[in-house]
């Protein structure tokens, strides 16, 4: 039986070798993962995620520097680094092309496991810094 943080740990790894259909074996097929750039919810939508993610930043590695002891739920502080080569999806629904730039952003995210399988995630990173490193800054909204 494994752990909840062997768990998390080997998640990271499969993320780290962009291997998709691994990252999803951790997940229940009903999880949920909560980012800045919105909610996934069940595996295929989870997939889309870490699938966008993995070809606008072919090299994109996550590194925890922290990890709270205590189990439910798991937090851990990391870095996340890559070079923006593919498009972004914004939240808008626009894509950002790839601008060449690297990126190394601060996060967090807290992750609870049950029966072995993640059943929720949540990523918390500063979408300002992400944006801010690939060159793509705040604009004015008009006037209602």
């Known amino acids: 039986m494994s752990s909840p943080w062997e768990i998390r740990r080997r998640l ?72 923006h080569l593919g498009p972004l999806l914004l939240p808008d629904g626009r894509e950002l092309e790839g601008t060449g730039r690297h990126i190394t952003v601060r996060a967090s995210c807290m992750a609870s496991v049950v029966d072995e399988m993640i059943v929720t995630h949540r990523d918390y990173y500063d979408q300002l810094e992400l944006y801010s490193q690939l060159g793509f800054g705040l604009t004015e909204l008009p006037a209602e």
């Not at 998709?20 to 919810?41: K, M, N, Q, S, W």
Request: charge should be negative; hydrophobic fraction near 40%.
């Open 12 to 83: 990271s790894e499969a993320i780290n070798a962009h291997d998709l259909h691994r990252v999803l074996e951790f997940y229940t097929p009903d999880a949920v993962l909560v980012t800045p750039a919105g909610i996934a919810e069940g595996r295929e939508q989870i997939g889309c995620f870490y699938e966008q993610f993995f070809k606008a930043f072919p090299d994109y590695r996550q590194t925890a520097w922290l990890e709270v002891p205590g189990d439910d739920p798991m937090v851990t502080e990391w870095t996340f680094t890559g070079t």
